[in-house]
């Protein structure tokens, strides 16, 4: 594998001729999926990542970047309490019934690997010597990996409402109805 890579760069090397860079970078700090939601409070959690970068310079100050990076990324999600949650649903005996989600303490840890190819517009000058600055403009490419998803909650109360019969029912265990302390699930 290193000697396919190192073939790879030698001839991008032959090829191109001019004024080129190859970088290396690691980075990290708060990384993930940013949520809005009027139901709860998303935070992005620590991330990070490794790559590599080409740059070729068509001029003396502009190039074009592109390369490969793996990153990790993560992020929590705190559903606020007194939310609830119905569907529509039919039991056992063909009757249309809602079925409702009271959660409490509810938090999801997600996470996920993704690669991503970034391709940038370049510029870079020289202030001195052995000094000088550059600025990018580009995006990035993302294929991400499935998402690895830990739920919680300190409490689920799970009832079912039957508006034909003006009933909910909250006290049947063995049908999905009753309350479920310290919830707790996974899921991709």
């Keep these: 594998m290193k000697i396919k890579i190192f073939t790879c760069l030698f001839l991008i090397f032959i090829l191109f001729g001019h004024a080129q860079e190859i970088s ?6 708060a990384s993930g999926i940013s949520y809005d939601s009027a139901m709860g409070n998303g935070t992005l959690g620590f991330g990070g990542g490794v790559g590599i970068n080409y740059t ?11 390369g490969i990076e793996a990153r990790y990324n993560s992020n929590s999600f705190t559903l606020d309490n007194n939310q609830q949650f119905t569907s529509n649903e039919i039991d056992n005996e063909s009757s249309a019934f809602q079925y409702i989600v009271n959660p409490d303490e509810y938090v999801e840890d997600q996470h996920f690997y993704s690669f991503n190819i970034p391709v940038m517009l370049h510029y870079q000058s020289s202030i001195s010597n052995k000094t000088g600055f550059y600025f990018g403009f ?8 499935k998402q690895q998803v830990n739920a919680s909650a300190d409490k689920l109360a799970l009832s079912g409402y039957y508006p034909d019969l003006n009933l909910e029912i ?3 265990p063995e049908y999905g109805f009753g309350t479920v302390n310290n919830w707790s699930d996974d899921a991709e």
């Design 56 to 66: 070729y310079y068509f001029t003396k100050h502009w190039g074009v970047q592109t």
């Design 170 to 172: 909250d006290d049947l």
């Design 138 to 145: 580009g995006g990035k490419v993302m294929f991400s990996t």
């Design 24 to 29: 290396i970078k690691i980075e990290g700090g």
